[in-house]
């Protein structure tokens, strides 16, 4: 039987729940932008907060059969931005991460935008199958950017 994705908004008591996964989002980016941990062991996430107090900033958790399984941080726009989007390994590869990003874009009809690090030729391949319609693909100095609309809401 195949696994049951969910998306929820992130609420503040899941706050923590979402920082201790971008610790583990940032060791895997560690590799591609060496990035170091602080004197604390930690990489951080500056903007973290905001997500809870701006109003164009949306924090989600993906659940795959009610466990926590990533999360994703999502700008409103226009246009929409997948500012950070992360599945943990175990959940890689069978499909959850594609329904989970489908199921972010359904939530906010309207333009988007999915950018990628150059160095990061893994996550443009994810991206250029996860996006569920046509869509534009350019550069900036950073990477590929994904551009394209997303219509109607469908099952968040």
Sequence with gaps: MPPTVEITAAT???KIAIRHLVELYAHD?????????????EFGYPDLDRYWT????HPFLIR??????GFALVRSGPP??????????KYRRGGVGVQAARKVFASFPGDWQVRQLS???AASAFWRVAIPVAFREESNE???????PVAHRDEP
């Design 12 to 14: 503040l008591d899941d």
């Design 29 to 41: 980016f560690s590799e591609l932008t060496g990035w170091d941990v602080d004197e604390h062991g």
């Design 54 to 57: 701006d109003s164009d900033r």
């Design 64 to 69: 795959v059969d009610g466990r926590i399984a």
């Design 80 to 89: 929409h931005d997948m500012a950070e989007f992360f599945v943990m390994r």
């Design 119 to 121: 160095a990061n030729a």
């Design 142 to 148: 950073e990477g590929p950017v994904q551009r394209f």
